[in-house]
Structure formats: C-alpha cells, structure tokens
C-alpha cells in the first residue's frame, strides 16, 4: 500500500512541478500571499496555484474569455478547500500527540526515487532543484500526506455491510441510471398533404397505395425512393439508429412500439403523411438486480464512507478558527 501511495504521490507533486503558478491566458503572474490562514498556520496563494495547477491547465484547453476566468476560480476554490481539511487534519494529528517517524518518510521518499528514476537520486534532486523545489519541502508534503491517510483512516469507519433493504431501494429508485439506451433502426417513407392545394386526399391514396405495395411484399427501400419526399429517400428511407426525443412524439410512440419487422399503418402528422418500419432494435434492458447488487452495494459503501469523512471534517472546521482573503 505504501508503494502505490508513494506512485501516487509523485504524480501528484511532479505534475504541479512542470505547471507555472498561473494558468496561460487566464491571468499574469500574481505576488504570492496569504490565501487563508488555518488555527495561525498560514496557506499561501501559491500552495492553492501549485495544487489546482493541473486541473487549471486543462481548462485553457476547454474554456475562453470570462467563463475560463470564472472556471479557474472554482477550481482554487476547490483547492483552498482541500488545503484547509488538510492543514486541520494535520494539526489534529499533532494536537492528539500522534508521532510519524522520520524514516517512513524516507522509506517514501526512496521509493519514489527507485520506481520513478531508477535509483539515481542525485537526478531526482536535480529535477526538484530545476523547478526551484527543495527535498525538504518535498518531504513535508509527503509527510502530510502520510499523516492524512492515516488519520482518515482512523476516523472515518465505515460499516461495510449494507442492509438488503437499503439496496434494492436504491435499485427500485434508479432503474432508469441501469437500463441501456433504447434505440430502433428506422426506415421511413413521407408523402406530403399539398392540403393548401386541395390534394390532401389524393396524397393519402397514394400513401395506402404504398401501404398495400408494402403489404405484398414489395421492398421498403425500393417504394422509399420511388414516392418517399423525406431527406431520406435515396437512401431508401433509411435513418439508422434513432433514439428517443429524435423523432415527433406521435411519429416515436408508433416506431417504438413496432414489432422489429413490422410496418406502421398510415400516420397523419402535421402536414405529412408517414409509413415506418424498424428494421432492428436494441437496447432498453435493465440488468438484473442480482447482476447490480455488488456495484450498487459498492456505491451506497463509498457514499457512507463520503458521509462519515465530511461529518468529521465538519467537526474540526467547527472547533477551528478559519479566515480566508
């Protein structure tokens, strides 16, 4: 476990390394400063830069203008936030008189070096000393890192074992998150009213004229492009794989409920007149509640678990004097 806390870890640290203290194009470079303070302990604006650094880095990539200045400013908000659990963590670690030997750190740290650079420290220290990083600073993040592991681990325990109940509860309630997309293969063919020219009935004839062809065997496609005036037509009616909302509500209550195979009578929809066959279906299952039952039961654990942190940290916001700027 250590191992993959220390991999973890350096991808943490060397990520926030290669960003600069801003994100491009959002803003010029800012004086450090007092972002917060935590109990007299101080958080300084370029903490919450380096730890919202990555997450910045991909909005200039998604966002411009006034809506990446207003997405940044969540995402340090958001770290400012993590920085203060973690700062109360850490001093609830200290005020509880709990001690973390200087080896673990450094049985961290040389691992780190031997995973992630071979064994050659004197290249990790260089590539710290590039981005002006010194070891010291590097070994206090990861024992504060240690030092929240453990005490949320401490603190947060979480009964694993879900009520029955509590699962096929959550199962009832959400068949919807668990059913797959329903999704029909639609042929259509469309004649046109002309009612404003008086021709509404002889258009009608013409589409149960097309119906009884249908009826005799004569191909979908083939009648499409012959009298079909939809978009359609040269590709014999064919509008593939169509979900729900696609189509007008009159037109997808009839071509989702039609048997694969099967034609539509005559629909009048608006000005039109249509005829429909789905050619395929797929989708629209729910799986089975034995089948769900360990993700959902793996869900509901972690939103317990979720639930006990916050109430935790709740506490020590609570008990702790909080300013920020």
């Known amino acids: 476990m250590i ?52 997450r910045e880095r991909l909005l200039t990539s998604q966002f411009k203008g006034e809506e990446l200045a207003k997405q940044v400013k969540a995402a340090r908000d958001l770290a400012l936030k993590d920085l203060i659990d973690r700062q109360l963590i850490v001093q609830s670690f200290a005020k509880e008189k709990f001690e973390l030997p200087d080896h673990f750190v450094d049985e961290r740290v040389d691992d ?28 206090k993040q990861e024992k504060e890192r240690i030092i929240v592991q453990a005490m949320r681990s401490k603190n947060v325990k979480v009964n694993t074992i879900i009520p029955p109940n509590k699962i096929s509860e959550y199962y009832g309630k959400h068949r919807a998150e668990f059913t797959s997309k329903e999704e029909v293969k639609l042929r259509l063919i469309m004649i046109p009213s002309h009612a404003a020219e008086g021709k509404a009935a002889e258009q009608k004839a013409i ?5 009884r062809k249908l009826a005799d065997g004569l191909p979908f496609d083939r ?39 099967r034609v539509s009578h005559v629909l009048e929809v608006g000005p039109n007149y249509y005829i429909l066959k789905v050619d395929e279906r797929r989708g629209g299952e729910t799986p089975s509640f034995e ?34 700027f």
């Open 223 to 261: 009648l499409a492009q012959i009298y079909s005036e939809d978009t359609t037509r040269d590709m014999g009616g064919d509008w593939g794989w169509i979900e729900r909302k696609t189509l007008a509500e009159p037109l997808e209550k009839v071509a989702f409920a039609l048997p694969t195979g």
């Open 207 to 211: 589409a149960e004229e097309i119906l």
């Open 3 to 54: 191992r993959s806390l220390f991999t973890a870890a350096l991808a943490m640290v060397f990520s926030t390394l290669l960003l600069n203290h801003t994100a491009r194009g959002v803003e010029s470079q800012v004086v450090d400063g007092i972002a917060a303070i935590v109990n007299g302990d101080v958080i300084t604006y370029s903490q919450v830069r380096s730890l919202s650094g990555p």
């Open 112 to 139: 780190i070096i031997r995973e992630n650079f071979g064994g050659d420290r004197q290249t990790f220290i260089k590539t710290l000393q590039a981005q002006n990083y010194s070891l010291t600073e590097f070994k």
């Open 291 to 324: 089948k769900l039952r360990p993700e959902i039961e793996k869900k509901l654990t972690q939103e317990e678990s979720q639930r006990q942190q916050e109430l935790w940290l709740a506490g020590l916001r609570q008990k702790a004097y909080i300013r920020t």
